[in-house]
Nanobody
Framework: QVQLVESGGGLVQAGGSLRLSCAASGRTFSRYVRGWFRQAPGKEREFVAAISWSGDNTRYADSVKGRFTISRDNAKNTVYLQMNSLKPEDTAVYYC??????????????????WGQGTQVTVSS
């Protein structure tokens, strides 16, 4: 059974940091583009960051550029999202995803065919 499991979410004060992890199981994701998305209450799911299979190419939403860093460890089948200088507007459920077909890093959720269950990130002011 293929699974993506996020961890590391929680409650943090504005200006603080969190590190999210997404561990994959059931198959090897080392050749897949991996991404992070988030969804706040009443809003659509939005792109946060994505990374190529090699780790050489990354893309970020403008709202998180310079504060968030995506990375991956293919030996562990895991992708990470380091979130610094968190703001209340970063509050959302964060989802990791994997794209098994694209050869470039894409930001559209519909291109991702594997999804985790999500982890809550709450940033207090």
């Amino acid at each position: 059974q293929v699974q993506l499991v996020e961890s590391g979410g929680g409650l943090v004060q504005a200006g603080g940091s969190l590190r999210l992890s997404c561990a994959a199981s059931g198959r090897t994701f080392s050749r897949y583009v991996r991404g992070w998305f988030r969804q706040a209450p009443g809003k659509e799911r939005e792109f946060v960051a994505a990374i190529s299979w090699s780790g050489d190419n990354t893309r970020y939403a403008d709202s998180v550029k310079g504060r968030f860093t995506i990375s991956r460890d293919n030996a562990k089948n895991t992708v990470y999202l380091q979130m610094n200088s968190l703001k209340p507007e970063d509050t959302a459920v964060y989802y990791c995803a994997a794209d098994s077909t694209s050869t470039i890093v894409v930001v559209t959720p519909i291109r991702y065919d594997y999804w985790g269950q999500g982890t809550q990130v709450t940033v207090s002011s």
